[in-house]
């Protein structure tokens, strides 16, 4: 074959980026890690680019419009651009520079002619393949041409290098198309022009244009482009209907008897394929049975595999026949004789390449057959695929646009069921499945729940069904278990943990389709349920409903869609758990209600005891004790500052009310803690209650309100203390310092002082009003939470400034600040008390602090600061010094020069530290108590 290899042609090829390779394979598999093609001469495109099975199949050129298959290729092509317009103004030139001009071959020198000196364009991907075409009508074509549909069943899918590389040539089979003798290098002298084209009388219509100046026949402008610019975006048609009036045009502008054009689509392993989308056949012309042969479809092939690779134009002329080794015993009786093909590629405005068409044999005349294709002819053919090239893009952007707002629409609906619908699973999943029927046009969603054990199996379902009846589209639940539904491809998926795309039509029986995808926790990852959409509906009139199959824009939908799924899992699981833990919680506080309760002979008792006065409880001096007191004292004791401020009468306070809450909130106390418990708690009330009954402008400047709320903080601020600190528990990652994070323990302080509160019978503030019941509540917070030691000293500065300035009562913030400096000084007023009492206190705190450095030596292996390791139990006095120094002292001066009703304790605190002083120079621990 001289002319394959001489270096004309293969200066071309080597112009087209085409490396040549003896070596190269013959089948050219996909990207991933597969060997690319080389090309090794210019008979590549002759070889059997597809599965030898393929061989029986024909091509068929007298098909009408595959729109299902547009459709999936527009599906599987959706742009991530948005519609900006519908055309361009101006449509770019064709890329079809040529070089010397040709003449046609004599009758004894049949020949090939390729088209030369063409620009290349890149593919967007590498790789080629080509797929098989599904019949279907769209409508029926003009009379006065013939339109079939073709079923060519091509088979394994062949790979082509991006533009400038070319198939590999394989081994010639015995009908190889064509032989050295039928091929022309594209720079050898042509043989007379006696039957060109150009010269031919019998082409009047040359003399008319067609758009930018292109011969068409159809006078100063081409009917089919100004018909097509002069469309609106609501009247462009589907895309199989542009592609069906593009040919219908295009075999009258070349006279050719028969064309076809064919679309790029991409599968799910990334190869790209042509699919054939309409095929026309001129009035008059041998049909398709007599034109399909073996030979033929090869040919075809591989010339719609090249100009699909390089973007380039493809004009192949001569009498093939003549070569031994393509007759065929087909052709001897079909009667079809194939004398040119012409094929350019269809691009659009970025030069991508969308596909190509292709035309078969030039006519004359109705009668005459055998003339060649021209350079007018290619660059007419050229201009209109142009343009056919960006309506085609523009349809994408608007099906890309449209979908993505489809998308959208679809995912604020299922947002806002789940904002909506969260108790029940299965209503919320039912919602959420009816929602992505309608869009997928899927007959079955099916959401499976996964099971935690045994794995790898399912608990139970959600199932949902589509009809569409007419325009609309119904939805239906349907009950079904487990054992109802073919589990095969969820288990496939709930293994795999991957996407899965079944195509009815791939399975052997053919069966529906389907997509099944994944559904994972978003914390862990772990796969939680799996949904799946099954039979694709919207099937074309005489096909089967279960034919159609997912393409890649359904898949994403419903990757979505799991996403939402996954939330919505958890989400009705978070809530079940809530409601679960709200129940046990409810559970708990009856059982902590009774044990709060005291037993009804001790609240009768309390109620019918006569309370004793202030005076001989030694409630009103400063240095009271409830050392020698009893129990029942203690309580009397509580009552009696409730009576003596008027508090019970104020508001409204049922008296036996009352006595049961004072007898809760002792109970509320731990009996095993040191310190803080129950005489902690009642100490404090009674020095909040001194300074109240013995400084006039507190009672007489704060509210009713404020003196209640201070008066139940300070009985309550440390319930059911525990004996640690706040920094101990958090160390230890307690459940309180996961519940309330900083100031813990006072934090729960005050619930468990609102649980008591609330308690039946103990529900002192029944009496308010909704709007005094809504401003004590906050009070009584703020003051416990100001017995956080670490707040106090945050706040303590502004205090001292407060103190030397004076209060302005009608501020709130003043008035908070001191209800909280009164809540400190009435909570350490134990450094206050007389020597004895202060001493045995002192004690009882560096017992509790001890016990915590103690449990931390322990449990983290640490040493606890100085006031609580015990080791350093010998240097409690010069501990108390600076404690007085350091945080009482200030705060006791400010408060005695503000009101000097308070002066006594500023005294006492003196006297305290003279003694610990004294103590400390003597070496002292703090000798016995007095």
């Known amino acids: 074959m001289p002319c394959l290899q001489s270096e004309p042609l293969q200066e071309q090829m080597a112009s087209d980026g085409v490396t040549p390779d003896p070596s190269s394979p013959s089948d050219s598999p996909c990207p991933g890690g597969r060997e690319q093609p080389v090309v090794t001469s210019a008979g590549w495109f002759f070889s059997p680019l597809w599965s030898r099975r393929t061989k029986t199949h024909r091509w068929g050129f007298g098909s009408g419009v595959d729109s299902n298959r547009v459709e999936d290729w527009l599906d599987d092509h959706s742009s991530r651009e948005m ?7 101006t449509l770019p030139s064709p890329q079809t520079s040529r070089g010397p001009s040709r003449s046609p071959s004599g009758p004894s020198s049949s020949m090939l002619l390729l088209g030369r000196g063409r620009d290349s364009f890149p593919l967007s991907s590498p790789s080629l393949w080509i797929s098989p075409s599904i019949p279907s009508s769209l409508h029926q074509p003009p009379p006065h041409q013939t339109s079939t549909l073709s ?16 198939s ?7 009908h190889s198309p064509v032989s050295s003798r039928s091929l022309r290098c594209p720079h050898t002298p042509r043989s007379s022009p006696r039957s060109s084209p150009r010269s031919s009388p019998r082409s009047p219509r040359r003399t008319r244009s067609c758009g930018r100046g292109e011969p068409c026949g159809r006078g100063e ?7 097509l610019l002069a469309r609106g975006s609501g009247r462009i048609g ?17 006279w050719a008897e028969r064309c076809s054009l064919s679309l790029l689509r991409q599968d799910q392993d990334g190869c790209r394929g042509l699919v054939q989308v309409v095929s026309l056949t001129a009035p008059g012309c041998v049909r398709e049975e007599s034109s399909s042969n073996h030979a033929h479809l090869e040919l075809v092939k591989g010339i719609l595999g090249y100009v699909v690779a390089t973007g380039m134009p493809m004009n192949m002329t001569g009498d093939v026949y003549e070569d031994p080794g393509f007759i065929t015993d087909e052709d001897q009786t079909s009667g079809f004789k194939l004398k040119s093909v012409l094929s350019v590629p269809i691009k659009n405005s970025r030069q991508e390449v969308l596909g190509a068409a292709l035309v078969l044999n030039k006519r004359i005349s109705d009668d005459v057959q055998g003339s060649l294709f021209t350079d007018q002819d290619e660059k007419v053919l050229a201009c209109h695929m142009g343009l056919l090239g960006l309506v085609l893009d523009n349809v994408q952007l608007f099906e890309s646009s449209r979908q993505e707002a489809n998308r959208c629409q679809v995912l604020l609906t299922l947002a806002r069921l789940l904002s909506e619908e969260q108790k029940s699973m299965e209503n919320l999943l039912g919602k959420m499945a009816a929602t992505i029927l309608p869009v997928s046009r899927a007959q079955y969603c099916t959401i499976f729940i996964a099971r935690d054990r045994p794995r790898n199996s399912f608990s139970g379902l959600v199932h949902m069904e589509g009809e569409e009846q007419g325009s609309e589209f119904q939805i239906f639940q349907r009950d079904c ?18 996407t899965l795309n079944v195509s009815g039509a791939d399975q052997d029986p053919p069966a529906g389709s389907l997509v099944c995808c994944p559904i994972r926790n978003g914390k862990t990852g772990r796969i939680i349920a799996v949904c799946q959409l099954k039979n694709k509906l919207g099937a074309a009139p005489g096909e089967a409903e279960t034919g159609r199959a997912f393409h890649r824009y359904d898949e994403r939908l419903l990757e ?3 996403v939402y799924c996954g939330l919505a899992l958890q989400t009705v699981q978070t809530v079940q758990r809530i409601e679960y833990q709200r129940a046990s919680q409810d559970v708990t506080q009856e059982v902590l209600s009774y044990h709060l309760t005291a037993a009804q002979e001790e609240i009768r008792a309390l109620q019918e005891a006569e309370i004793p006065s202030a005076q001989s409880l030694r409630i009103l001096d400063f240095s009271f004790s409830d050392f020698g007191l009893s129990e029942d004292s203690t309580a009397q004791a509580t009552v009696r500052m409730f009576l003596d401020l008027n508090l019970v009468q104020d508001f409204n306070i049922d008296y036996k009310c009352l006595c049961q809450w004072v007898l809760s909130v002792r109970r509320g106390y731990r009996s095993n803690v040191p310190y803080h418990n129950w005489s902690h708690g009642l100490s404090t009330a009674q020095c909040m209650f001194a300074m109240m009954m013995s400084t006039d402008q507190l009672q007489s400047n704060l509210s009713r309100l404020e003196v209640l709320a201070l008066m139940i903080a300070t009985l309550n601020h440390d319930l059911d203390h525990r004996g640690v600190s706040n920094s101990y528990i958090e160390r230890t990652q307690q459940p309180l310092a996961q519940l309330y994070g900083t100031s813990s323990l006072e934090h729960h302080h005050y619930d468990m002082c609102l649980f008591i509160l609330n308690n039946p019978g103990s529900q002192i503030l029944s009496g308010l009003c909704p709007d005094d019941y809504r401003t004590v509540l906050p009070m009584i917070e703020k003051a416990i939470l100001a017995t956080d030691l670490a707040v106090y000293m945050e706040r303590r500065a502004e205090f001292f400034e407060l103190g030397q300035r004076g209060v302005r009562w009608e501020e709130d913030r003043h008035r908070d600040l001191l209800r909280s400096m009164l809540m400190t000084a009435s909570d350490i007023a134990a450094i206050t008390k007389p020597w004895h009492i202060q001493k045995r206190t002192a004690k ?21 600061v100085d006031m609580m390791n015990r080791d350093n139990s010998t240097r409690l006095p010069h501990m108390q010094v600076n404690y007085i120094d350091g945080m009482c002292h200030p705060l006791y001066q400010t408060l005695s020069g503000m009101f000097d009703s308070c002066s006594p304790l500023l005294d006492g605190l003196m006297r305290n530290r003279e003694n610990w002083m004294l103590l400390a120079e003597t070496g002292e621990e703090g000798g016995e108590e007095e």
């Open 168 to 174: 590999p040539r394989t081994p010639r089979s015995p």
């Open 151 to 166: 079923t060519p069943q091509w088979g394994d899918p062949l790979t082509l290098e991006k533009a400038g590389s070319c």
């Open 83 to 89: 519609v900006g317009g519908w055309f361009v103004e």
């Open 238 to 254: 589907s895309v199989a209907e542009l592609c069906q009036g593009a040919l219908q045009h295009a075999i009258e502008v070349v």
């Open 481 to 498: 278990t487990l054992s109802d539904i073919d589990l095969t491809h969820a288990l496939r998926v709930l293994v795999s943990m991957e």
């Open 560 to 562: 979505d869609f799991a």
């Open 844 to 864: 009882l705190v560096a017992s509790e602090f001890f016990a915590q450095g103690d449990r931390e030596k322990e449990e983290f292996n640490i040493k606890p």
């Open 221 to 227: 402008g081409c009917d089919w482009m100004m018909k």
